[in-house]
Nanobody, 127 residues
Framework: QVRLVESGGGLVQAGGSLRLSCATS????????ISWFRQAPGQERTFVAG????????PRTDSILGRSTISRDPAKGTVDLQINDLKTEDTATYYC????????????????????WGQGTQVTVSS
């Protein structure tokens, strides 16, 4: 059974940092890209960051570019997203998701490309 479980969310003050982790199981971790999306109340779920199955493509949305890193650990089957200098607009539920395509050349920002999602982890940034 394919499973993704997020952790690491919480309440943090603006300017702080968080490291979100996505633990995966039930599939070949080295064959599928993993991405992070976020959804604020009343808004659509949007792409935040992703990492290609071989780690060579790591796109991020403009709003976190320069203050974030995404990494993968094949030994653990995890994908971590570190966001620094957090802003109140980063407040959302963060989800990780598995690309439905085996060995696709690039990470997709289209949520329709993702077939398995975690349950989400809440990030709240206070001013």
């Amino acid at each position: 059974q394919v499973r993704l479980v997020e952790s690491g969310g919480g309440l943090v003050q603006a300017g702080g940092s968080l490291r979100l982790s996505c633990a995966t199981s039930g599939f070949d971790f080295n064959s599928y890209s993993i991405s992070w999306f976020r959804q604020a109340p009343g808004q659509e779920r949007t792409f935040v960051a992703g990492i290609k199955w071989n780690g060579e493509h790591t796109p991020r949305t403009d709003s976190i570019l320069g203050r974030s890193t995404i990494s993968r650990d094949p030994a653990k089957g995890t994908v971590d997203l570190q966001i620094n200098d957090l802003k109140t607009e980063d407040t959302a539920t963060y989800y990780c998701a598995k690309d439905r395509g085996l060995g696709f050349p690039l990470v997709s920002t289209d949520r329709a490309r993702y077939d398995v999602w975690g349950q989400g982890t809440q990030v709240t940034v206070s001013s």
